[in-house]
């Protein structure tokens, strides 16, 4: 008898759980937005003497916890481009020679987890985790940001850090658009 017991329970949260989902599914679409940005990054630090300006796009999920709440997660593409350097090499006999040479692009592609919070008004801060996969490895990756959403509209002034062997880091600027 116990096991008749046992299944019948079963069956009956399986059936309250199928009720309950086909009755959110609708509510938990519109919770849901899915937007396109574009990035802009601005190295600092060691990682600003070989690379100038970076440029990128990610597409973003977003998932309403509340009016002010969301989670998000990201996945985008951005690429440095390589400084001229110039070094001087010392070849004895008090005679120098200059070499200049172009540092190649450095690409990643970051996944970011994350959620923003709407402090006032338009007003939202946001964290982000995750990984940068890029050339020799994957690096830890943590951005901390403030922005400001107008309607889909939605811009975001952060700092980004990929961290494996020494942290490369960048001020950025992201532009999106929700759908």
Not at 70 to 79: I, M, P, W
Not at 95 to 115: C, D, M, N, S
């Amino acid at each position: 008898m116990t096991n008749y017991k046992n299944l019948f329970a079963i069956i009956i949260a399986m059936f309250t759980a199928s009720m309950c989902q086909a009755q959110s599914a609708s509510s938990i679409a519109k919770k849901i937005q899915v937007g396109i940005n574009i990035e802009g990054a601005f190295p600092t630090g060691d990682f600003s003497q070989a690379y100038s300006f970076g440029i990128g796009g990610s597409v973003m999920g977003r998932y309403a916890l509340s009016d002010k709440a969301n989670l998000t997660a990201s996945l985008g593409y951005l690429t440095f481009s390589g400084k001229s350097i110039s070094e001087t090499v010392d070849e004895g006999d008090d005679e120098t020679q200059t070499e200049t040479f172009k540092v190649p692009a450095f690409h990643g592609v970051p996944l970011r987890l994350g959620a923003n919070y709407l402090i006032s008004g338009p007003l939202f801060i946001q964290g982000e985790i995750g990984a940068s996969f890029m050339k020799g490895g994957t690096a830890f990756l943590y951005a901390p940001g403030i922005g400001a959403r107008f309607s889909n509209l939605e811009v975001e002034v952060k700092y980004e850090g990929w961290s494996k062997n020494g942290t490369l880091s960048f001020g950025g600027i992201r532009v999106g658009y929700f759908f």
